[in-house]
T-cell receptor, first 112, second 114 residues
Framework: KQEVTQIPAALSVPEGENLVLNCSFTDSAIYNLQWFRQDPGKGLTSLLLIQSSQREQTSGRLNASLDKSSGRSTLYIAASQPGDSATYLCAPYTSGTYKYIFGTGTRLKVLA | GAGVSQSPRYKVAKRGQDVALRCDPISGHVSLFWYQQALGQGPEFLTYFQNEAQLDKSGLPSDRFFAERPEGSVSTLKIQRTQQEDSAVYLC????????????FGSGTQLSVL
């Protein structure tokens, strides 16, 4: 059974810092992995989708890396802004299943 | 519509009542997922549809939960004889293809059972 852990659970940083959010998963037989952002009271927005054959995926100030064999993914946020404040969740899609399994997320607060 | 639409946005039910939650996915999306999210937790998988076929219902917590997508578009999640532990946000997501593609989520239905 796939289990997903995200560290840290919460993070508060001043504006402008570069951040690293960590995601680990127990079953490395994944098809891909998505990183999502969730604002309070809202649904989730997909930020990056990284295929199992890829090592990295970039979108603007966001960069996601994937080390499938070790069951780890990292979301790097460059030059953080107050608008980046949200909960960030990772979700691997396990091969042979029909589901994304989510971690509990990292609650990020960027202070102006 | 431009995105995934869920209704109602909020639902208050008395314990023992039946409720029905609706999801309108993005037009043409083959895959549809239901998730349950408790406060401060990540979404928990409930069920998955590929067009009208329910291919995975392993996450439904009890036989009081039932989901359908009869014409391969709109989906309804029904909860019978609601209990307090059913209180949560119910999220619907859709994706264009059949396997592991970008998910688009609705804003969710917040269910409170009193």
């Amino acid at each position: 059974k796939q289990e997903v852990t995200q560290i840290p659970a919460a993070l508060s940083v001043p504006e402008g810092e570069n951040l690293v959010l960590n995601c680990s998963f127990t079953d490395s037989a994944i098809y891909n992995l998505q990183w999502f952002r969730q604002d309070p009271g809202k649904g989730l927005t997909s930020l990056l989708l990284i295929q199992s054959s890829q090592r990295e995926q970039t979108s603007g100030r966001l960069n996601a890396s994937l080390d499938k064999s070790s069951g780890r993914s990292t979301l790097y946020i460059a030059a953080s802004q107050p608008g980046d404040s949200a909960t960030y969740l990772c979700a691997p899609y396990t091969s042979g299943t029909y589901k994304y399994i989510f971690g509990t997320g990292t609650r990020l607060k960027v202070l102006a | 519509g431009a995105g995934v639409s869920q209704s109602p946005r909020y639902k208050v039910a008395k314990r023992g009542q039946d409720v029905a939650l609706r999801c309108d996915p993005i037009s043409g999306h083959v895959s549809l997922f239901w998730y349950q999210q408790a406060l401060g937790q990540g979404p928990e998988f409930l069920t998955y549809f590929q067009n009208e076929a329910q291919l995975d219902k392993s996450g439904l917590p009890s036989d009081r939960f039932f989901a359908e997508r009869p014409e391969g578009s709109v989906s309804t999640l029904k909860i019978q004889r609601t209990q307090q532990e059913d209180s949560a946000v119910y999220l619907c997501a859709s994706s264009l293809g059949q396997r592991g593609e970008k998910l688009f989520f609705g804003s969710g239905t917040q269910l409170s059972v009193l």
